[in-house]
């Protein structure tokens, strides 16, 4: 008898199966990207195959994604991107998405926050991408855009994922006529997987942008589109909001933990600021090799991420409009200090600490509502140059709107930023604010400071305890990349430990329990972690994709 995964060939010998039932992460000797789905990596490493490096492998797949993966890829959203080149040089770019001037706190209803024509803020996905390729690209941008201008004209096959989801939309999406005309056959039938469809507007979008960059986007034809359905559907977003939005270049927050040196972002991320600090605070404890899963590792764990949210909630905001204390924050002394509080067999609820600097903090709560719907693409090219690049719509398939003859669904963090307001609360929105994230694409060095991985994921408010996890999981556990992303996680939030299934075994369960946490199972996972690495001996490339939502790592 056959095992199972086995399959037999003609002449009755065993073979093995082609996918075997334990995976191995992807290896490859050039390169390696993984992403959520496999056309956009086909395209990165046609890219690199052409002679691009990894930033411009971004930038194609970046413009694919909101082809293929409509549901979070985008042009009508933001995000971040973080460089790391084998030579040194890195960069963090900002292209979140900014508020209208005419936004209104009082605009939301309750029930009408994610959808329609106000929550859509100013995308920033073009700008982000021309300016990380304007500074570290070499290949013809016009030439980086060519896959998705081809695939949004002839047509590709709607994935499993599109027929899972589109239904889901269907009550909603159909009440605009552009959306649904690509995704709902124009009648409320959404697509099917397999069926072939066709994206004519964003097609010809994508070709001016090849022509004019991100200044057509912003200024140009498409400018003039988007601000002329925004004004005849009640929507915020003007002409002059959109000339007037710009990628930000930053500074990668830094820190090293154990010898290794882990890059991410700076506000207005909030997702890297609670790593770093959670990091700084577990250096001070030891997470031997074999205690993974363990009660002890799983509560340290969960005391550092209840003190850095503590923070984050507190401070975190667009540092255009907002001090954020990050010198502090991310300090070895201040962890130090925190550490000291956190006693190893006892959970400390609601801990208190005076405000930092005498600075005023923040009202309790989270700054706003971000959706776990997003995607992460990670990419590591023939040189060592790493890229990790997070951007997301918001919730499935955004605001669900697409401005007449562009093509380009809008994302609804505008929406997502009232979320939990209340009559008492102060005025959130503010013309040109960039909307808090905890998107955080993060890159680790080796002791030494030679490339060595990058890494990020969707999933929100989850983001910072999935990233911490694979990341004490290389380095404290010692982990395989693909042992270290597949291992089960918990997650800290509003004075409890939510886990996955098998995330905690029973014992550790109840002793967490007798320490005074608050354990609550998921149901949903956490999480969706691409992730490439570079082998210290050989400098072999690896590549994982989650297994928890699909996607694909794939190198050559």
Do not use: C
């Not at 040089?89 to 106000?118: N, S």
């Not at 205690?291 to 507190?314: K, M, P, T």
């Amino acid at each position: 008898m056959l095992a199972l995964g086995q399959e037999r060939s003609q002449s009755g010998l065993e073979l093995q199966a082609a996918r075997p039932l334990v995976q191995q992460a992807e290896r490859a000797p050039n390169a390696m990207i993984a992403s959520t789905h496999p056309l956009a990596t086909q395209t990165g490493l046609n890219i690199l195959r052409q002679g691009g490096n990894a930033v411009d492998a971004a930038v194609a797949m970046a413009f694919v994604l909101a082809v293929v993966h409509p549901e979070a890829g985008n042009l009508g959203g933001g995000g971040y991107i973080l460089v790391r080149m084998a030579d040194g040089r890195m960069t963090a770019i900002d292209y979140k998405e900014t508020t209208p001037a005419a936004a209104r706190d009082d605009a939301f209803p309750p029930g009408q926050r994610h959808v329609g024509y106000k929550t859509a803020g100013v995308p920033g996905t073009v700008a982000g991408m021309e300016m990380v390729h304007s500074k570290l690209g070499r290949m013809a941008w016009s030439k980086l855009l060519e896959p998705a201008r081809k695939m949004a004209r002839d047509g590709i096959p709607a994935s499993q994922r599109i027929e899972l989801i589109l239904p889901l939309q269907v009550p909603v999406m159909k009440q605009f006529q552009e959306t649904a005309k690509v995704f709902l056959h124009g009648n409320g039938m959404p697509l099917r997987q397999g069926e072939i469809f066709r994206q004519t507007d964003l097609a010809a979008t994508i070709r001016r942008i090849q022509k004019g960059g991100a200044k057509e986007f912003y200024e140009g034809e498409t400018a003039r589109r988007i601000a002329a359905d925004m004004a005849a559907n009640g929507g915020f977003m003007t002409a002059r909001d959109l000339a007037g939005y710009r990628a930000i270049e930053r500074v990668p927050l830094e820190t090293n933990y154990r010898g290794y040196t882990v890059l991410t972002m700076p506000p207005s991320s909030g997702g890297g600021q609670m790593v770093v600090e959670a990091l700084n605070i577990l250096e001070n404890f030891e997470l031997g090799l074999g205690s993974e899963g363990s009660s002890r590792s799983l509560h340290l764990i969960a005391e550092a991420l209840r003190r850095a949210r503590r923070d984050r909630v507190q401070y975190n905001g667009d540092p255009a409009f907002k001090t954020v204390p990050v010198e502090v924050l991310s300090s070895k002394s201040y962890a130090h200090k925190l550490a000291a509080a956190i006693q190893t067999d006892r959970a400390t609820p609601n801990p208190e600490y005076p405000p930092i600097g005498g600075m005023a903090t923040a009202p309790a709560g989270e700054p706003h509502f971000e959706s776990f719907d997003t995607t992460h693409f990670s990419i590591v090219d023939r040189e060592g140059n790493l890229v990790a690049n997070t951007y997301t719509l918001g919730n499935f398939y955004g605001s669900q709107v697409m401005p007449k003859g562009t093509g380009v669904l809008l994302g609804d963090m505008v929406g997502g930023l009232m979320a939990g307001r209340t009559v008492q609360s102060p005025p959130r929105l503010k013309a040109g604010m960039r909307m808090n994230s905890m998107m955080m694409p993060t890159v680790i060095l080796r002791p030494g400071g030679s490339t060595w991985i990058a890494l990020g994921s969707p999933g929100a408010s989850t983001i910072p305890s999935t990233l911490l996890q694979v990341i004490l999981n290389l380095i404290d556990f010692k982990m395989s990349l693909r042992d270290a992303i597949e291992f089960p996680r918990i997650h800290f939030e509003n004075d409890r430990i939510e886990a996955e299934p098998a995330a905690l075994i029973f014992d550790a369960a109840e002793k967490l329990r007798l320490m005074g946490h608050n354990i609550e199972p998921r149901l949903r996972s956490q999480g969706d972690v691409h992730a490439v690495m570079i082998e210290s001996q050989g400098g072999m490339k690896q590549g994982w994709a989650d297994g928890r939502r699909g996607g694909r790592a794939e190198g050559y």
